[in-house]
C-alpha cells in the first residue's frame, strides 16, 4: 500500500506563482509515474502533469504547457509542480497520484495507483 501526502496549495492572484509537492510512502516500485490531477467544481478530473521516475520523461496538458514545471527528487519519492502565470481558470483541487510502472515506462492498471486526498488552489482577483 502507498500512501500519497499533496502539499502546497492556497489562495493566489492571477499572474502569481505556487508550488505543490507530492511525497510518495510504503511500498514503492523501482519505477512509477507519479503526477498531478485536476478538478474544477462541476467538472471531470483531468491531466495536468506527470514524470516518469526512471527516466524523467514528462507529459503536460495543453493547457499547462509553458505556464507549469513538474520535476522529482527520485531519492524522497516527491514530485513537485511549479506553476507559474496562474489563471483563474486554474482553480481547483489538485490532486496527486502515483502509479506503478514497467521499467520502460509503462503504467501498471489504475488499481494499483494511489490518489492523495488533494489540495485546494484557488486563483481570484
Known amino acids: 500500500q502507498v500512501h500519497v501526502a499533496e502539499s502546497g496549495g492556497g489562495l493566489v492572484q492571477p499572474g502569481d506563482s505556487l508550488r505543490l509537492s507530492c511525497t510518495a510512502s510504503?511500498?514503492?516500485?523501482?519505477?512509477?509515474?507519479m503526477g498531478w490531477y485536476r478538478q474544477a467544481p462541476g467538472k471531470q478530473r483531468d491531466l495536468v502533469a506527470t514524470?516518469?521516475?526512471?527516466?524523467?520523461?514528462?507529459n503536460y496538458a495543453d493547457s499547462v504547457k509553458g505556464r507549469f514545471t513538474i520535476s522529482g527528487d527520485n531519492a524522497k519519492n516527491t514530485v513537485y509542480l511549479q506553476m507559474n502565470s496562474l489563471k483563474l481558470e486554474d482553480t481547483a483541487v489538485y490532486y496527486c497520484?502515483?502509479?506503478?510502472?514497467?521499467?520502460?515506462?509503462?503504467?501498471?492498471?489504475?488499481?494499483?495507483?494511489?490518489w492523495g486526498q488533494g489540495t485546494q488552489v484557488t486563483v481570484s482577483s
Open positions: 497520484s502515483y502509479n506503478p510502472a514497467t521499467q520502460d515506462g509503462t503504467s501498471w492498471p489504475p488499481d494499483f495507483g494511489s
Open positions: 510504503g511500498v514503492i516500485f523501482e519505477n512509477y509515474i
Open positions: 514524470i516518469t521516475r526512471l527516466t524523467g520523461h514528462t
